[in-house]
Nanobody, 125 residues
Framework: QVQLVESGGGLVQAGASLRLSCAAS????????VGWFRQAPGKSREFVAA?????????IYADSVKGRFTVSRDNAKNTVALQMSSLIPEDTAVYFC?????????????????WGQGTQVTVSS
């Protein structure tokens, strides 16, 4: 069973950049589509970005992050990254990566059956 661990979160000022990483163990992450989600206090978990399995040729983004966030995968390192730029306070949340054993991207939390523990991102104004 593949396991996921997120890293790279932190406290930054508005306008800064952060790079989150989702590292897998116990299996080859290339066999999974991977999604990034976030959850702010008192809110439900929301979709941020996703990348298809294998070569990661298909990506999809939430409108709120389009043009600012980029998802990519490094199969050699068994990781998926989320590069975040032009961060705004509204991006503050715990960020989770999820994986599902298929090629196609998915945007619903119910599509994913493996989750990491999350990493906190805080953007100050």
């Amino acid at each position: 069973q593949v396991q996921l661990v997120e890293s790279g979160g932190g406290l930054v000022q508005a306008g800064a950049s952060l790079r989150l990483s989702c590292a897998a163990s116990g299996g080859a992450l290339r066999n999974f589509a991977v999604g990034w989600f976030r959850q702010a206090p008192g809110k439900s978990r929301e979709f941020v970005a996703a990348i298809s399995g294998w070569d990661g040729s298909h990506t999809i983004y939430a409108d709120s992050v389009k043009g600012r966030f980029t998802v990519s995968r490094d199969n050699a390192k068994n990781t998926v990254a989320l590069q975040m730029s032009s961060l705004i306070p509204e991006d503050t949340a715990v960020y989770f990566c999820g994986a599902v054993s298929r090629w196609a991207v998915a945007t619903r939390t119910s599509d994913y059956n493996v989750w990491g523990q999350g990493t906190q991102v805080t953007v100050s104004s």
